[in-house]
């Protein structure tokens, strides 16, 4: 059985070109990318040691090993950040048998009022599950009539928290909301290895794979880091969208707001165009 950290190195072993590295054309081959032998050498470790750690039977490489595979590997710093998280969650138990308890969903005052000093922008507070805790006016009126925030698009979510990661997978009007929605898709499951807790995240995988089908559980041990370049929206009003993010992190809390701003002219007339509206209904 493997695990996390060797599906990444697989992964991305699979799809590098060796003429990329510089590396010799050997001749066609059963499977693409780079050999192990290749990387093994890169890396200065043996071919036996790459395979144990790809299959998943060395689950605690050591930090000179891992920064070793990500100088083979030729990762950028996003990449490197998720491999040395997966070495982390890898070396301890990663396997959750129950519901685990919730992660937490309450909001600090203090995250609240920075919330409130951003209003009338678009901004939200969520978890890396994806659950909304906390949002401004102007993110329900970016929402607005797309459903993502409708308490009865939620009701295999317990306690009714609009969850954008379930929104994402299960619900038809977010292919029409997200103009990229394959690239929203690549986001929101690749967080699920950031969640609160890596139980939590296997429990929600869990339940989200047998109503999500391929189009979640595909992305799942893909690990390709999303590029989250401009959000791409078709707005049910009519105006399509184009918005930039920036994430403050609440490593506290295990939080963090979102703030949407617009990335151009037509988005930001939009917009004002769209407060000026009564609230839409949902879309059915």
Known sequence: MGTPLGDFVRTKRDSIQPETLGLPERGRRR????RR???????GISVEYLTRIEQGRDRNPSIAVINALADALSLDAAERG???????ITGGECTAHARPAPPRRDVRPSVLRTLHLLEPGIAV???RLGDILAHTTGYATLTGGTGLLDAHAHAGDGD????????????????????DWDDVADEQAFDLWLGPSVENSEWLSAELAPVAGPDFTSRLNRHVVPRRG???LNHPAGPG????????DV????QQIVVFLPADEETETAIARLRERPRLRAIS
């Open 241 to 248: 969208l184009r918005l930039t993010r920036e994430t403050l």
């Open 37 to 43: 032998l290749d990387l093994a050498a890169r890396a």
């Open 160 to 179: 009714g928290v609009p969850n954008l990661t379930r929104y994402v997978f299960t619900d038809p009007r977010a292919r029409a909301f997200f103009a």
């Open 251 to 254: 490593p506290a809390d295990a």
């Open 125 to 127: 507070v969520t978890n």
């Open 230 to 232: 401009t959000l791409r």
């Open 82 to 88: 998720h491999l040395r998280y997966l070495a982390k």
């Open 31 to 34: 499977s693409p990318g780079l």
